[in-house]
Structure formats: structure tokens, C-alpha cells
């Protein structure tokens, strides 16, 4: 089946430590997308790619950088993470930017100890 | 930008029983969908209606996009159906970013 896929489902890592999350995807959809969820909250958008244009949000702090290889697969990269950043990090795709629906993945539930 | 909101914010239901949720936005979207969150945190796509009607079993959804509301019906709710449920609206000019209401938490109990 088709689908997105999040790697890994839970990441512990320590204060100011790099961490990397990975997202890849079947579909061969040309938008991907990275959400942050903190709890209790709604998934909030982070930046997404259409193809290799990055497209980041105005609020997203410069301590989360991403990189998109190829159209499969995408990384969330935190330089250095503080206790702020525990959250749920949630990837999504869609065809196109457009009247089309977005598909996530089952996210990473990322813990900074 | 675009805002959205949703309600009730939490209900409770014994299992069998009926309900509706609400989601209102504030101005024209190209996208509109229903998640429902699962308790290990996975989004799981209901429906994907910027406008009509669609049903798919025991839910079915409305979206009147000139009065910028839409409507989740779920009939004959089981205790699976617990969970939170998030409406999320996009707009093409914002590169579709899905933005979302606050959730409705929805608890069914036996």
C-alpha cells in the first residue's frame, strides 16, 4: 500500500544534541510537509517542499532546518534542541500545493531530556 | 491569516448515542479535512470535503463553503471512536498549509 512512513516513532535525545527525523513516502507526491504538535495543541506547519523549493513559515525558529533528497524521503533536522522541542513531529504529502488532500504519516514522538 | 474553530471542545457520549461537530472558518479555503487523532498520536484522514456532502459508514460530513462552516456526524458512536478530532482548512494562495481548529475531544464510553 501507499503511505508515509516516519522514522523512527520515538526519538530521546539530550539537551543541544542534533537530532534527526526521517520521513519517506510511496505516493510520489511532489509536496511534503513537516508538522510540529506539542501537547495538547493542534499540528502546526513548520515548512514543506514542493520538489526541492522550500518554502519555511515566517514563525519557524532557525533551529529546525530540512533537507529533501530526492522526492521520496525528507529530513527534519534540530540543531540543537531544547525542552521546548519535545513534541510530536508529524510529516505530510499531498499531489500537488493545491485542491488536494494531504496524507500524514505516523509521526515521531520526540522526547528532550 | 485564516482562523478556525471548532466545537463543542469536549464531549462525552455512551456508546451507541449520536453526535455532531462543528467547524466554522473565516474566510474561502481549496481545502477542508477531517482527521481524527488516535491515542498513539496518528492523524487518520475522515474525509477530505471543501465542499458537499460525503459519507463513508457510520460518519458522514457537510461543508457549505458560502457559509464557511462544516459539519461531522457520527452515528451510533463505539468506544473506538474515542479520540480527538481536528478539522484543518487550506488556502491555494498559502501554498495550501493545512491550518487547524483547536480539536474536539471525544470520549464514548461503554
Known amino acids: 500500500d501507499a503511505m508515509v512512513i516516519q522514522n523512527p516513532r520515538y526519538q530521546v535525545t539530550q539537551f543541544g544534541k542534533p537530532v534527526t527525523l526521517s520521513c519517506s513516502q510511496t505516493l510520489n507526491h511532489n509536496v511534503m510537509y513537516w508538522y510540529q504538535q506539542k501537547s495538547s495543541q493542534a499540528p502546526k506547519l513548520l515548512f514543506h517542499?514542493?520538489?526541492?523549493?522550500?518554502?519555511n513559515e515566517a514563525d519557524t525558529p532557525d533551529n529546525f532546518q530540512s533537507r529533501r533528497p530526492n522526492t521520496s524521503f525528507c529530513f527534519l533536522d534540530i540543531r540543537s534542541p531544547g525542552l521546548g522541542d519535545a513534541a510530536m513531529y508529524l510529516c505530510a504529502t499531498s499531489p500537488v500545493l493545491a485542491y488536494n488532500e494531504q496524507f500524514f504519516g505516523p509521526g515521531t514522538r520526540l522526547t528532550v531530556l | 491569516g485564516i482562523q478556525v474553530e471548532q466545537s463543542p471542545p469536549d464531549l462525552i457520549l455512551q456508546e451507541g448515542a449520536n453526535s455532531t461537530l462543528r467547524c466554522n472558518f473565516s474566510?474561502?479555503?481549496?481545502?477542508l479535512q477531517w482527521f481524527h487523532q488516535n491515542p498513539w498520536g496518528q492523524l487518520i484522514n475522515l474525509f477530505y470535503?471543501?465542499?458537499g456532502t460525503k459519507q463513508n459508514g457510520r460518519l458522514s460530513a457537510t461543508t457549505v463553503a458560502t457559509e464557511r462552516y462544516s459539519l461531522l456526524y457520527i452515528s451510533s458512536s463505539q468506544t473506538t471512536d474515542s479520540g480527538v478530532y481536528f478539522c484543518a482548512v487550506g488556502v491555494a494562495e498559502y501554498g495550501n498549509k493545512l491550518v487547524f481548529g483547536a480539536g474536539t475531544i471525544l470520549r464514548v464510553k461503554s
Open positions: 517542499y514542493y520538489d526541492k523549493d522550500f518554502n
Open positions: 470535503i471543501p465542499s
Open positions: 474566510d474561502s479555503v481549496n481545502n
